[in-house]
């Protein structure tokens, strides 16, 4: 759909370019993404490193004094996640003008607004939106490619379909290119303006931009990728995580994307602001609604985004996408108080992105019997106010007034359903924690803790603060206090006659804990005696396993593995599978499902149909699983299925082959967190022939199949 004028003379065709604005980051990642992986170079390698390979004379500065240590230590994903640098928006130059070279840019151009371009953050600790970092990345992949990043990026474009976008740096003489124009309805000097390529400089019509997205989100379905766009670049851009986003944007920050959920779906998401042109794309990359989206552009400035966000409003009603309460949209919002370089952002995320519901896992319906002391829990009828994960199991359970439940053979979409808080393996935070608003203020007494049913994925530890409003600060109710899986605990508060309404909880790392009491003077001495003495017990065990069989059993006789071999001749064959002989050698931990699952020819059907290790604690942990192949090869690929761990596969796994005696290296440790709920493929290069492979995983986690491809 297009219309109107695209200048004073001339109507908006579909061939018709804008400005996109901040959307050419995501294009511009996902192609500097595929050049790297494609010469071996990951995306955590130091960037001043690369330049110094690069020969370039220009390196990344610290522009905090105390820490030039900063410097060496910005990774090109940190500069696709806003993690390091400075520079809110860069700025542009008018088309009539001649566009500098940008390392002058990123040295600080007084005549342009350029300041130095430098690190003003520890990286990758902090969400800061930098169009900095990706002038930093034009000129790495400059440098590296010893040609301008448009010339590099044709055939790119041209593969994708996308035969109306550029990233041409000049004015695009002879190109049908839409007009900029002020919100005072004056034209744009020089008709509009150029900006730095990647950060903010393509052109494009909306169709070419949709045919991006349509191809990453196909990658990141299938394994083979789509045209130019490798499964694992996509995966690795679409895996969001929040330093400080949601904040900005009510997102969570990818690699040169923002992604959001939906209730069942994720959504991609990127804003765009250049002068005279406003732009946003949002594309459903996952879920029930997966394929469907919009990209919006216009030639305006403030009434432009405006103008955005009602079309966006529009489109999402009208085709009903999952997970957007539409009842939420809003039109009142008040721009005075926001500064000018946040407008765009703050508006999209009132306007649109607040709409969108988080995906709870599933509530718990059938309850157990109500807790004795529930009438003194002043816990209870508590309001949760927000909550840094909650993925496992809902933040809300923890302070239910029924005693907690547990059938083995449930599960959900995130998992085992458990009637606690859970949250998600491999916390990069020091803790997990959840903030409560009680029905009225209240002195504590003393404290319950029970983390029933969580043995060997509980939290280790608990602290419990109050907000002091009158200082302004958290005040201490009940330090640290360790936690034992399947215990009941209990502790007297350091708050003394202190009132307190509003209560944050800390969860040391991450876990399940499940339930919490906050007991008054008014608590029985008795039961505050039982509670207290001793002041942790066991509870009764439990069996967690099912009485039925949750997944099918695989055996095969001699013949049968030499028929299937056979069927497939000189083929590739997954050679670890059951069907053609693999067996599994050991397992190091299967506390929760066994290993023999994993060499399953069957699709796998839920998280009990692999194998799933305990949550360790331990610095330098690892686990591992053996699988001998049904006879030995060399190996072409080898697979690792996570379809059914969306919140507990591995951080990280290494691969090894056993040739002879010895173990050599297949596949380099590797971080494998954004294939969580998807499959990864490493090619092996032929090494061998191997009689074994030996797969690790740091520092625990699960997986649902192990499939190990080569010529039988």
């Given at each position: 759909l297009q219309f109107g004028n695209r200048d004073a003379l001339h109507a908006v065709t579909p061939q018709t370019g804008f400005e996109i604005a901040s959307l050419s980051k995501?294009?511009?990642?996902?192609f500097v993404m595929e050049q790297l992986r494609k010469a071996g170079i990951p995306i955590s390698t130091s960037v001043n490193m690369l330049f110094a390979k690069s020969g370039?004379?220009?390196?990344?500065?610290?522009?905090?004094?105390?820490?030039?240590?900063?410097?060496?230590?910005?990774?090109?994903?940190?500069?696709m996640s806003h993690q390091a640098l400075n520079m809110h928006y860069v700025n542009g130059v008018p088309a009539n003008q001649a566009f500098p070279p940008i390392v002058e840019l990123l040295n600080g151009n007084q005549r342009h607004g350029y300041e130095p371009v430098g690190v003003v953050n520890a990286p990758g600790t902090r969400f800061q939106y930098s169009g900095g970092g990706f002038l930093v990345l034009q000129h790495l992949i400059e440098c590296m490619g010893g040609a301008p990043v448009h010339v590099q990026m044709s055939t790119f474009?041209?593969?994708?379909?996308?035969?109306?976008?550029?990233f041409r740096e000049d004015a695009l003489l002879g190109s049908e290119c839409a007009t900029g124009f002020l919100d005072s309805g004056e034209m744009v000097v020089g008709t509009r303006k150029v900006f730095p390529a990647i950060a903010a400089g393509a052109v494009a019509s909306a169709a070419d931009m949709a045919r991006f997205l349509v191809a990453l989100s196909n990658a990141h379905q299938s394994i083979s990728g789509c045209g130019p766009i490798s499964h694992e670049t996509a995966v690795r851009m679409l895996h969001g995580s929040d330093k400080g986003c949601r904040e900005f944007m009510g997102c969570a920050m990818g690699l040169g994307i923002f992604t959001a959920e939906a209730g069942p779906n994720r959504l991609a998401i990127h804003q765009g602001a250049n002068d005279g042109f406003r732009a946003m794309f949002v594309h459903c990359y996952a879920g029930p609604?997966?394929?469907?989206?919009?990209?919006?552009?216009?030639?305006g400035e403030h009434a432009g985004m405006l103008f955005v966000a009602e079309a966006a409003q529009i489109i999402l009603r009208h085709t009903g996408v999952r997970g957007v309460d539409t009842g939420q949209f809003r039109t009142d919002l008040e721009f005075g108080g926001i500064p000018l370089e946040q407008r765009v952002n703050a508006g999209y995320r009132e306007l649109v992105f607040a709409a969108c519901a988080a995906d709870l896992p599933e509530q718990i319906i059938a309850h157990g019997p109500r807790d004795p002391l529930a009438d003194f829990n002043h816990a209870v009828?508590?309001?949760?106010?927000?909550?840094?994960?909650?993925?496992f199991a809902r933040a809300e359970n923890l302070l239910s007034p029924h005693l907690p439940t547990f059938d083995p053979s449930l599960f959900g979409r995130q998992g085992k359903i458990m009637d606690s808080w859970e949250t998600v393996r491999h916390n990069p935070e020091p803790f997990d924690w959840m903030i409560f608003e009680m029905p009225r203020a209240t002195a504590v007494s003393c404290v319950a803790v029970s983390t029933q049913f969580h043995l060997g994925n509980h939290a280790e530890g608990l602290a419990i603060d109050g907000w002091d409003a009158v200082r302004g600060?958290?005040?201490?109710?009940v330090a640290p206090m360790q936690l034992y899986g399947h215990a009941a605990h209990a502790a007297q508060s350091v708050s003394g006659d202190a009132q307190f309404r509003r209560i944050r909880v800390r969860m040391y790392p991450d876990g399940g804990v499940t339930r919490l009491a906050l007991y008054g003077m008014d608590l029985p001495a008795t039961e505050r005696t039982r509670m207290l003495s001793p002041a942790t017990r066991a509870w009764p065990s439990f069996d967690p396993q099912t009485k039925k069989p949750m997944t099918p059993k695989y055996m095969a006789t001699a013949a049968e593995i030499s028929a299937n071999i056979t069927r497939v001749g000189s083929g590739m064959a997954d050679l670890a599978s059951a069907a053609f002989g693999g067996q599994v050698v050991s397992a190091s931990n299967e506390h929760y499902s066994p290993a023999t699952q994993v060499i399953s020819p069957y699709p796998p059907?839920?998280?009990?149909?692999?194998?799933?290790?305990?949550?360790?604690?331990?610095?330098?942990?690892?686990?591992?699983?053996?699988?001998?192949?049904?006879?030995?090869?060399?190996?072409?690929?080898?697979?690792?299925?996570?379809?059914?761990?969306?919140?507990?596969?591995?951080?990280?796994?290494?691969?090894?082959?056993l040739r002879g005696t010895e173990w050599v290296p297949l596949v380099a440790r590797t971080d494998v967190k954004a294939f969580a709920g998807n499959v990864i493929a490493f090619e092996a290069g032929g090494v061998g022939p191997c009689e074994q492979i030996r797969v690790t995983v740091f520092p625990d986690g699960g997986m649902n199949r192990v499939r190990v491809y080569a010529a039988p």
């Open positions: 995501s294009i511009g990642t996902c370039s004379k220009f390196r990344i500065r610290s522009l905090d004094a105390a820490h030039p240590e900063w410097a060496d230590q910005v990774t090109v994903a940190h500069l474009l041209r593969e994708l379909g996308m035969n109306g976008c550029t609604d997966a394929g469907n989206g919009f990209v919006v552009l216009c030639n009828g508590a309001r949760v106010e927000a909550v840094s994960n909650q993925r600060e958290w005040q201490a109710i059907l839920s998280m009990v149909d692999g194998l799933e290790s305990a949550r360790s604690r331990e610095p330098g942990h690892s686990e591992n699983v053996v699988i001998r192949l049904g006879r030995p090869a060399k190996i072409g690929r080898i697979d690792l299925d996570f379809s059914h761990f969306v919140n507990n596969n591995p951080r990280e796994i290494e691969i090894d082959g």
